[in-house]
T-cell receptor
């Protein structure tokens, strides 16, 4: 079984400050990890993913995420938050142990960037 | 081009109506998905088509009927829906290998069942 947890329903950060949105996962095989962002009344937009290789993954709009196998975490980060980053962020995982596995989404974290 | 399009953007229907949602992609993806999303909740997988064949049905009620006429199109036929079916319906596509392939989502159809 696979699961993903986003422990914070909401994260507030001042504009210009660094931001972190937390994600932890559980899979039996190798994890494929994804971050998506959703603006109000819109679909999900892909930000970045970890498949293998470098633990630091860089994505769209200046976001990056660090894969930490020992802590089973994949936290999303950005050095300097913008008001336009305010949105709902979903972490997702797929178990890479073989065969088709559906993507499991976390419950989402609302990011509020305060001007 | 990483665009998935969905029509209509909004749909209001009565419980006795029949309507269809449409999804289209031209990225050459051979897997297409329907998700249902309630407000402030994660998307819930409904159906997966792989190479135009239904490969996953997540125990969705028969009032939802998917159809994949070709590799670029995905439809969701709706009949006799209930008010609790009101939600954002998202279509997504990816390559069908079941690994680290990214799913690309459309903007969704906002459905209201009266």
């Amino acid at each position: 079984a696979q699961s993903v947890a986003q422990p914070e329903d909401q994260v507030n950060v001042a504009e210009g400050n660094p931001l972190t949105v937390k994600c932890t996962y559980s899979v039996s095989g190798n994890p494929y990890l994804f971050w998506y962002v959703q603006y109000p009344n819109r679909g999900l937009q892909f930000l970045l993913k970890y498949i293998t290789g470098d633990n630091l993954v860089k994505g769209s709009y200046g976001f990056e995420a660090e894969f930490n196998k020992s802590q089973t975490s994949f936290h999303l980060k950005k050095p300097s938050a913008l008001v336009s980053d305010s949105a709902l962020y979903f972490c997702a995982v797929r178990d890479g142990s073989g065969g088709y596995q559906k993507v499991t989404f976390g419950t989402g974290t609302k990011l509020q960037v305060i001007p | 081009d990483t665009e998935v399009t969905q029509t209509p953007k909004h749909l209001v229907m009565g419980m006795t109506n029949k309507k269809s949602l449409k999804c289209e992609q031209h990225m050459g993806h051979r897997a297409m998905y329907w998700y249902k999303q309630k407000a402030k909740k994660p998307p819930e997988l409904m159906f997966v088509y792989s190479y135009e064949k239904l490969s996953i049905n997540e125990s969705v009620p028969s009032r939802f009927s998917p159809e994949c006429p070709n590799s670029s199109l995905l439809n969701l036929h709706l009949h006799a829906l209930q008010p609790e079916d009101s939600a954002l319906y998202l279509c997504a596509s990816s390559q069908p290998y079941g690994g680290g392939e990214t799913q690309y989502f459309g903007p969704g159809t906002r459905l209201l069942v009266l």
